[in-house]
């Protein structure tokens, strides 16, 4: 399962002895729990395979978390965190424009930190599980509203430049949002013949078909343009 190197450079700096502070053994159990669920899903996934996968005692992770609930809960947090303070980071360094705006957000969306098989493999299997879906509501469903709203208001920003008729900007918007799901779970079943340019490729060309004098529907060579 190939690792984003952000998780891999945390991992080969944690020392293995007992002077790692609280905030970094926690980190270390969140890492192992997303290996072990990218590996084996919540059924194979036990407080065992975890403290196995961080190098840990039983008892490190008991003291962390109360139990492999809080464990998962706290691992699907961490994600929805890391995506958010990314597009933040990237949305807020963007040119000035809506389109650069919205753009660096759909770069963010397929950023190889956040858009990998390991982590993908975890959010599907949140979405994919009764049982964890309330988890993932519970704890992401305000991070989720935030960026839609970003997404909302530059998709309501570029309408309002190109005098667009008919367009619903919440409406794209949330087209855009399912889209991008889709994408990301065509790059966990495909992940061999779909890339991360390809993703936002099409992105593109579904913005293209509605604010056709924003977006150019991009080329085999050519990402996006503004006209």
Same mark, same amino acid.
């Given at each position: 399962?190939?690792?984003? %190197?952000?998780?891999?450079? @945390?991992?080969?700096?944690?020392?293995?002895?007992?002077?790692?502070?609280?905030?970094?053994?926690?980190?270390?159990?969140?890492?192992?729990?997303?290996?072990?669920?990218?590996?084996?899903?919540?059924?194979?996934?036990?407080?065992?395979?975890?403290?196995?996968?961080?190098?840990?005692?039983?008892?490190?992770?008991? @003291?962390?978390?109360?139990? +492999?609930?809080?464990?998962?809960?706290?691992?699907?947090?961490?994600?929805?965190?890391?995506?958010?303070?990314?597009?933040?980071?990237?949305?807020? +360094?963007?040119?000035?424009?809506?389109?650069?705006?919205?753009?660096?957000?759909?770069?963010?969306?397929?950023?190889?930190?956040?858009?990998?098989?390991?982590?993908?493999?975890?959010?599907?299997?949140?979405?994919?599980?009764?049982?964890?879906?309330?988890?993932?509501?519970?704890?992401? %469903?305000?991070?989720?509203?935030?960026?839609?709203?970003?997404?909302?208001?530059?998709?309501?920003?570029?309408?309002?430049?190109?005098?667009?008729?008919?367009?619903?900007?919440? @409406?794209?918007?949330?087209?855009?949002?399912?889209?991008?799901?889709?994408?990301?779970?065509?790059?966990?079943?495909?992940?061999?013949?779909?890339?991360?340019?390809?993703? +936002? +490729?099409?992105?593109?060309?579904?913005?293209?078909?509605?604010?056709?004098?924003? @977006?150019?529907?991009?080329?085999?060579?050519?990402?996006?343009?503004?006209?």
């Amino acid at each position: 399962m190939k690792e984003d %190197a952000v998780s891999l450079n @945390f991992k080969n700096a944690v020392s293995p002895g007992r002077t790692a502070s609280r905030e970094v053994r926690r980190r270390q159990l969140i890492e192992a729990t997303i290996d072990s669920i990218a590996e084996r899903g919540f059924s194979g996934t036990t407080l065992a395979t975890v403290t196995k996968g961080a190098s840990l005692s039983h008892g490190i992770v008991n @003291f962390h978390f109360k139990n +492999k609930e809080t464990l998962f809960s706290e691992t699907i947090r961490f994600l929805a965190e890391e995506h958010r303070a990314q597009w933040l980071e990237t949305v807020e +360094k963007a040119g000035s424009t809506p389109l650069e705006k919205l753009l660096a957000l759909i770069d963010t969306n397929f950023h190889p930190n956040i858009c990998n098989r390991r982590k993908l493999s975890v959010w599907f299997a949140f979405f994919g599980e009764s049982k964890y879906r309330s988890i993932y509501r519970d704890r992401c %469903a305000e991070i989720d509203t935030e960026r839609m709203n970003e997404t909302e208001r530059l998709c309501r920003l570029i309408n309002e430049e190109g005098a667009y008729d008919r367009v619903d900007p919440g @409406f794209v918007a949330r087209g855009l949002e399912a889209f991008m799901d889709g994408l990301w779970l065509n790059m966990l079943i495909y992940s061999k013949t779909f890339s991360r340019s390809e993703a +936002k +490729k099409e992105c593109i060309a579904y913005l293209a078909a509605i604010f056709e004098n924003h @977006f150019s529907a991009p080329a085999n060579s050519q990402a996006c343009n503004s006209k």
